[in-house]
Every structure is written in C-alpha cells, then in structure tokens.
C-alpha cells in the first residue's frame, strides 16, 4: 500500500502534506494584513471567492527566513476549514510506499503534534506534516474568526 504527499519546500527542508487535503497550489497572491492577530498568521487572502486566514509555517516553526525563494500559497482543508498555508514550493505530488514511512521518534514531539512521521524519499528523508495537529483549539477558533 503506498500514500500519495505533496513535496514542500521550507529553505532547504523538504516536507511533505497529504495530498487529499491540498485543493491547490497558488503562485501569485495577495495578503491583508490582519492586526494584532497570532504571530505565525500573515493575515487574509481572497482565494476563488473565499476569504480564508493565511498562516506561515516557516514562523510556525521557527524557520528563519532568508528571504531568497519567492513563496506559493497552498489552499489546505483542516477540518472542513480553507486555510493559506505559504510555503517556499509546492511543486512535486510523491508516492510513497508504506515501507518507507516511519514514526516522529516520541522525542520530537511537543505540545502540538506538528508532524506524524518521517518518509525516506530518494534516499533523503522528508517530515510528513500532520495538518490536523498545527493549531491548539484556541489557535483554531482564531483562524476561523478571520474567515467570518
């Protein structure tokens, strides 16, 4: 049995996302600011007609920015909720086998569960981000007041 992921690129870590919870990978887009909203959240953006909360998973994860890739936006479903994931690629839809999935070592874990395993790609290795696991209830209940 293999699964199917979305190759993400943050600086030079590679990523991967469930691929049945990407609608799209968007090149050109513009963000609203929102004040005083959580530090990982860039704002707003109007994708296809729906204003949806725009978050960056390089701050989420404390990434430092080099400010050298020009960055995409990927329209992610999280619990039925659109929310603008920016990234610096989305370009790549991988197969990966069962064998070559393993689990985040408990070590790695924190509060939140950002990531569920690790995939062996080409010999390299990608962190599988688990999209259900980013946000704590009150983080969630924040994004969605920004998509109101």
């Known amino acids: 049995m293999s ?37 990982f959240v860039d704002g707003v953006a109007n994708i296809r007609g729906e204003v949806i909360p725009v978050v960056s998973l390089k701050r989420m994860f404390n990434i430092a920015d080099s400010g050298k890739y020009e960055e995409k ?24 086998d069962e064998e070559f999935l ?9 509060g939140k ?4 395993m690790v995939a062996s790609i080409d010999g390299t290795l990608a962190i599988v981000i688990n999209p259900l696991g980013l946000f704590n209830e009150y983080e969630k209940e924040e994004l969605l007041s920004l998509s109101e």
Do not use: H, W
Not at 13 to 38: A, H, W
Not at 102 to 110: A, G, H, Q, S, T
């Open 3 to 39: 699964r199917q992921f979305v190759l993400i690129g943050l600086e030079e870590q590679r990523y991967c996302m469930p691929i049945e919870l990407v609608s799209g990978v968007i090149d050109s887009f513009s963000i609203t600011k929102v004040p005083n909203s959580l530090n």
């Open 73 to 96: 936006l990927m329209n992610v479903s999280i619990q039925g909720q659109n929310i603008g994931v920016i990234v610096d690629s989305a370009s790549n839809v991988i197969t990966v």
């Open 102 to 110: 393993r689990d985040i070592p408990p070590i790695l874990e924190n």
């Open 113 to 116: 569960k950002f990531f569920d």
